[in-house]
């Protein structure tokens, strides 16, 4: 793929460029509050996610990009979707090539991939991260703030001082600047929803059905904020081995949860189990308080993201193992992939509207 040279950035080779004609640019952020273009350019429009038609418009960005070349889901692509999926502002702007430099400055700083008339996306320093055939330059890269890198540096230095294999290239996880956190509200009653799902599991499976009803009316305040899934699942009357296990699993979901809001001063490293007896008699407690919701207060977001780092790396770690048809010593797979999907759905992995039933954990 040719190039042409704008100061040190690499920009397709384009009659816009060439020719000195300004050029149309799309930038799309994911920060909450990017900063306002701060070089000479021309503003069209810039539109956040109140804007009635930012919606459809990432909807048709993310269908072009699907759609370029052979559709195959290179990380690339990958990554792209995922920036695309959590764009907050986008800017529509005329630049001159001269103003490039400055353009591509504000750009890292704002953390944008823009789209250019000849139909090509371009990370902030102008490499194609994807163009009309689905090419990409080798050297494109997509841009994530400081702090995400940061934290991904000491997510490695302690998996490497533990002796845990990881892959490097894994990029960075959200950083503070684009995380939106599910309201405190929210994330109290999804612990007390998954206290009901959770103890009702482990009533069928220790054959003590008789216990469920008194378990509902102790933990009833969670009822409200039950998903569909979970009701199907309370409503079963011989339900699945299989079914059960998942659901006796969302202790450790809980127990994510439950350190999120400052119930547990510490969350321990995933090989223990959580302790079921110690999970009820806090969520009891919450329900017996009229103001737990309202209340309910989420410890500092940094310390949310450092454990999301570490579990969604940790988590690629014990997939890659059970490939190789080996454990990791120490850890359990089942602990670390329960706190991915709460962290996961907790920060709003694809948007903060996800629900909870339809939360992914790739790596």
């Given at each position: 793929m040719s190039v042409v040279q704008v100061g040190s950035l690499r920009w397709f080779d384009s009659p816009y460029v060439q020719d000195g004609d300004p050029l149309l640019i799309n930038s799309y952020s994911t920060l909450r509050a990017p900063p306002e273009p701060d070089f000479p350019h021309e503003l069209h429009n810039r539109r956040d996610r109140s804007h009635p038609e930012m919606v459809r418009q990432l909807w048709g960005f993310r269908r072009y990009v699907e759609g370029r070349g052979d559709g195959e889901m290179t990380s690339i692509r990958y990554h792209l979707l995922r920036h695309i999926d959590r764009t907050r502002v986008q800017f529509a702007l005329t630049v001159e090539p001269r103003h490039l430099v400055a353009f591509a400055a504000w750009a890292r700083r704002a953390n944008t991939i823009h789209f250019l008339p000849v139909s090509s996306v371009h990370d902030p320093a102008g490499a194609v991260l994807i163009d009309i055939e689905g090419r990409t330059d080798d050297d494109a890269a997509l841009p994530y703030p400081p702090d995400a890198h940061?934290?991904?540096?000491?997510t490695?230095?302690?998996l490497a001082a533990a002796n845990v294999k990881t892959l490097g290239r894994l990029p960075p996880v959200i950083g503070m600047d684009e995380v939106v956190l599910r309201p405190a509200r929210?994330?109290?009653?999804r612990a007390m929803a998954l206290m009901i799902v959770a103890a009702q599991a482990e009533a069928w499976m220790r054959g003590m059905p008789e216990a469920i009803p008194g378990m509902h009316a102790r933990f009833a305040k969670g009822k409200a904020f039950l998903t569909g899934e979970e009701l199907l699942f309370l409503a079963e009357r011989s339900p699945d081995p299989g079914l059960l296990a998942d659901m006796d699993a969302r202790y450790?979901?809980?127990?994510?949860?439950?350190?999120?809001?400052?119930h547990h001063r510490e969350l321990s490293e995933p090989r223990t189990i959580a302790d079921a007896a110690?999970?009820?008699a806090t969520v009891e407690r919450m329900c017996?308080?009229?103001q737990t919701l309202d209340q309910a207060s989420l410890r500092p977001t940094d310390e949310i993201l450092d454990v999301l780092d570490y579990h969604y790396r940790l988590h690629w770690s014990v997939r890659q193992a059970s490939l190789d048809n080996r454990i990791l010593p120490g850890i359990d797979a089942s602990i670390v992939f329960e706190r991915h999907r709460a962290l996961n759905w907790l920060t709003g992995f694809q948007n903060v509207d996800e629900p909870w039933d339809d939360v992914d954990t790739p790596t």
């Open positions: 940061e934290r991904k540096q000491r490695l230095r302690v929210e994330v109290a009653g450790e979901d809980l127990n994510l949860l439950l350190w999120a809001l400052g110690e999970l009820a017996m308080l009229p």
